[in-house]
């Protein structure tokens, strides 16, 4: 029998990240500079970042980036994290299906952010820099970069959607006990954001302005860049350390999963849990039903457009190409707060293109219906983000139930709920709405795209 937990030894744990973009035969669309249409070269990107995450994010070649020593250290105070073999969830849906996640909560803040987070922080002290800037919604990233910066000696400084500073105190003060600096965005600190104060005074705030921000904060700042925890290129090869674990750890129970799972907000999570897998399927070595979870109300891959974009609302960064609702998109207040960004990891909007990987989306109550049977079954709370991924192996793993198929899933599950709790309460009174975008309200996203360079 499988045992519940499977773990890696110190000797097994990976040494290197996989960058999925090596075995790629046609690449994920480059950044490009919006004011020429041109590629951005690494000279215009380290304004902004880091010299070493700059390289990361443009090498589409090396298919190993060994780990600092550094890095690896800082892991072991949270990972390996084990691969689950969920049988009490299996049971209470009575299914053939075998059902394994991937657990990447096991730690303060909550979630896999961290993996890139200290990846990040560590390349940022190594250049000598004084700090970094950057944005956060819900807070989980901005979590993740606090204990990572103050592990790494580094200053930082977060500008957070106003909204969650004002309604989800609980994540900023676990900022401040880090030592980070956070701000409400829009701010008055900012030119960007006093533009945005003036347009629309008592706004909420948005993820998108919040970016604009933050990119602002470095650049006029000596010894400050901006680091992102989500969407870049560099920031999945960070995330591939979810997925090259989770391989070797099928490799010693041998087995091999059927169906691979993750929720999508800018692709980390997924695109780092399916690395070394997709890794294979692109080589035509093995193959692979991989599926993307995502909200109906931010629903970035089956309603979005495969275009260039703008990843900010200030548009003052590169532009993507990517699966995209429009930089103009306005996300009803959903409570996943961590899956509504307009836009998508140019890698996975590239792999989706070419058919590769599939796309679900789901609804707000059934999401936390599913994460209420996984809570019962399995005893972890999973992040609202996550129980996408709940949901959508759920899904798999009834389909098996009727046709009698043992298949393998697995999921990601990238965080816990303890911070989510007033979601959980709305739930729980029976009080959550569902919200789809009409495809007017998709329309109006749309309308701010810029036009789309001649390929
Ligand atoms: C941020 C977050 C996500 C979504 O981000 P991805 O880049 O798509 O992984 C998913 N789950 C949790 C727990 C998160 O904190």
């Excluded at 298919?63 to 020593?69: M, R, S, T």
């Amino acid at each position: 029998m499988i045992n519940y937990r499977t773990y890696l030894t110190e000797e097994e744990i990976p040494t290197h990240y996989y960058n999925l973009r090596a075995d790629m035969s046609k690449k994920p669309a480059p950044l490009l500079n919006p004011a020429t249409l041109k590629p951005m070269t690494a000279e215009e990107l380290e304004g902004v970042f880091c010299s070493e995450l700059v390289k990361q994010e443009l090498d589409d070649e090396t298919a190993f980036v060994e780990i600092p020593e550094e890095v690896r250290e800082y892991y072991k105070t949270f990972r390996p994290s084990p691969l689950v073999r969920a049988y009490n969830l299996e049971k209470a849906l009575g299914t053939p299906a075998a059902i394994y996640f991937k657990f990447e909560g096991n730690n303060t803040s909550g979630s896999h952010k961290l993996n890139s987070a200290a990846a990040q922080a560590y390349y940022a002290a190594k250049q000598g820099l004084k700090g970094v800037t950057t944005e956060t919604g819900a807070g989980q990233w901005g979590t993740a970069l606090s204990m990572a910066c103050a592990h790494f000696g580094l200053d930082l400084k977060v500008f957070m959607v106003k909204t969650s500073y004002e309604q989800k105190p609980f994540r900023r003060e676990v900022m401040k006990t880090y030592g980070a600096e956070v701000t409400a965005s829009p701010s008055e600190t900012t030119e960007v954001g006093r533009k945005i104060l003036k347009e629309f005074p008592g706004t909420g705030g948005s993820l998108g302005c919040a970016i604009s921000e933050a990119v602002e904060a470095a650049v006029t700042r000596d010894g400050y860049r901006y680091v992102l925890g989500s969407v870049l290129n560099q920031v999945l090869l960070h995330q591939s350390i979810i997925g090259l674990e989770a391989h070797k750890a099928f490799e010693k129970i041998g087995v091999s999963p059927d169906i691979i799972i993750g929720c999508t907000g800018g692709g980390s999570n997924l695109g780092g849990l399916i690395a070394p897998f997709m890794g294979e399927k692109l080589r035509g070595e093995k193959d692979y039903r991989i599926i993307g979870a995502e909200p109906a109300s931010c629903p970035s891959f089956t309603r979005g457009k495969y275009l260039y974009d703008f990843c900010d609302t200030g548009k003052v960064c590169p532009l993507a190409k990517m699966y995209t609702l429009g930089n103009g998109f306005m996300p009803s207040p959903i409570h996943a707060g961590g899956l509504r960004f307009h836009g998508m990891s140019t890698i996975l909007s590239e792999l989706y293109d070419q058919g590769m990987m599939e796309a679900v989306a789901y609804e707000q109550t059934e999401v936390f219906e599913a994460a209420e049977i996984f809570a019962k079954a399995e005893g972890i709370l999973p992040a609202p983000e996550s129980s996408h991924a709940i949901k959508a192996a759920m899904d798999e793993a009834l389909k098996c139930k009727e046709t009698g198929e043992a298949k393998n899933i697995l999921f990601g599950l990238s965080g816990t709920g303890f911070f989510d709790l007033i979601a959980y309460k709305q739930y729980n009174a029976g009080k959550m709405t569902d919200y789809i975008p009409t495809d007017e309200d998709l329309e109006a996203g749309l309308a701010f795209v810029p036009p789309q360079p001649v390929e």
